[in-house]
């Protein structure tokens, strides 16, 4: 893991301009720069250590344009009130489209955890997303059907507050859904049992992959309930061979899908200002990203 002081000595190194700045349209040469988006989770150590401020900078200055938040607490995102928040990401030329959070959620705490939302729709509201999605549910041996079916009415709830306040509600994906109980698909039942008008699916196309699951065809079955995705690889996008990204992304433009983030959890060497500069420059390289 970084300290605290390398972390610091490469942001300011990437801010003083010793890494890829974003295309900038001129008279003279005028291209479209790629609306590459950014799961912050990827930059959680440097947050960490050097605060969100640091980390929007390194995010900003490589190219990233569209954020995904994943950091909420009782009204704050990244410790900072939501309408700061959004001034500071629309001051770099970045936009936060999207947010991680969630509860888990029992019968017994159902008044709980929906005042929870109430309150969390709000401050994200506030922040300006399209979407907020819940990036995880609690499965084990010993999950059936029954609690299956009980967090999708659990979902289909939230999605209809959210869509209240114009906000689009879904969930992302891990490599456990495409396990089974009582012999169905976790992530088929999860899609059969959610409402369509109210909850949406973000494809993390890895964890999918790494499941059992084939991304494509998943993308192309259910485009009109996978409105985002996680594109993400072992480290680095691209690096590991593992994943075709090209019949990816090829279905993706099929779909009409514009709101994708990179996240990258582990990074070769640690250095995470590095890998997302890595991995943006292998997105931006590739004709088939739009």
Known sequence: ???RRNFLKQASLLL???????????????????????QLYSLRE?????????????????GYTKLEAANYDNGMIYGMR??????????????CTSAHLGQAFTRENEAEVMAWWDKAIEAHREL??????QPWMPVSEQTTLDDLKMYCDYFNAVGEKAAAAGI?????????????????????????????RNVLFELDVYW??????????????????IKLVHIKDEKEIGASGKMNFEPIFNQMNANGIRDWYVEVEEFTGNDAV???RQSFDFLDKAAYVK
């Open 1 to 3: 893991m970084q300290n």
């Open 16 to 38: 003083a301009g010793g890494l890829v700045v974003p295309k900038i349209l001129t008279s003279c040469n005028i291209e479209k720069t790629k609306q590459v988006g950014l």
């Open 46 to 62: 440097m947050i960490n250590e050097a605060g969100i401020g640091e980390a929007l900078g390194v995010a900003a200055k490589i």
């Open 82 to 95: 939501p309408a700061e928040l959004k001034k500071r990401i629309g001051d770099l030329g970045m936009q």
């Open 128 to 133: 300006g997303v399209t979407y907020m999605v």
């Open 168 to 196: 689009g509600f879904g969930y992302h994906n891990h490599k456990f859904e495409f396990n089974r109980v009582d012999g169905q698909v976790i992530y088929d039942f999860l899609l059969q049992n959610t409402d369509k």
């Open 208 to 225: 999918c992959q790494e499941g059992g699951g084939n991304p494509v065809a998943y993308l192309a079955d259910c485009a009109d309930r």
């Open 274 to 276: 590095g890998g997302l």
